[in-house]
């Protein structure tokens, strides 16, 4: 099993959509986690935190379950502009950032 | 605040020949990293250095792969000889503490032909 799963996608959705993505790890000592955003060719860039009580940043929302170890994101009111490759990333203190192999959005008009 | 700096943008070279990258991180970040990313998949972690000392490289291809941070700055990301299968995009990263969030500069498209 890989360290890092995510969903395969491509996901195409409209735009307005609501759509949600999801990332499980194996190593249950993960003690953070990550959405990075990677638009394509162009280096990924840090999208957000995921914290134990979930988060929300405008139309992002993350979420953490522990005991499922599963990461989730969501996008609300997708925009053209959210087109990209996310990526989730965990780690373990003292350890190393492992990347999933990304997950790809496509928002059609 | 300047970002990550990476240079040369792309290269292109024949199997079995050298190639370097260079890599200049976010001031005070202590933390670096080289990572591979091959068309298709996430970024995978070659090596890992705290200041100037290596962390982790157990993913580094020693036998071709050599990366080095001397006074603990700019790194350099060499491998030599290349082979085929080294074609891929090679992002650098700094954080200012290992376990924080990194940064990542805009990637060394590398083709081997």
């Known amino acids: 099993r890989k360290e890092v799963e995510q969903d395969p996608g491509p996901f195409n959705v409209p735009e307005g959509a609501t759509v949600a993505f999801n990332c499980t790890y194996s190593n249950s000592a993960s003690q953070s986690f990550f959405w990075y955003r990677q638009d394509c060719r162009k280096e990924p860039k840090l999208l957000m935190s995921v914290y134990s009580s979930g988060n929300e940043d405008g139309r992002f929302t993350a979420q953490l379950n522990r005991a499922s170890q599963y990461i989730s994101l969501l996008i609300r009111d997708s925009k053209l502009s959210d087109s990209a490759t996310y990526l989730c990333?965990?780690?373990?203190?003292?350890?190393?950032?492992?990347f999933g192999p990304g997950t790809r959005l496509s928002v059609l008009p | 605040e300047a970002g990550v700096a990476q240079s040369p943008r792309y290269k292109i070279i024949e199997k079995r020949q050298s190639v370097a990258f260079w890599c200049n991180p976010i001031s005070g970040h202590a933390t670096l990293y080289w990572y591979q990313q091959i068309l298709g998949q996430g970024p995978k972690l070659l090596i890992q250095f705290q200041n100037n000392g290596v962390v982790d490289d157990s993913q580094l291809p020693k036998d071709r792969f050599s990366a080095e941070r001397l006074k603990g700055v700019d790194s350099t990301l060499k491998i030599q000889p290349a082979k085929l299968e080294d074609s891929a995009v090679y992002l650098c990263?700094?954080?200012?503490?290992?376990?924080?969030?990194?940064?990542f500069g805009d990637g060394t498209r590398l083709s081997i032909l």
């Open positions: 990263a700094s954080s200012l503490i290992r376990d924080q969030p990194q940064h």
């Open positions: 990333v965990v780690n373990s203190y003292g350890q190393n950032f492992v």
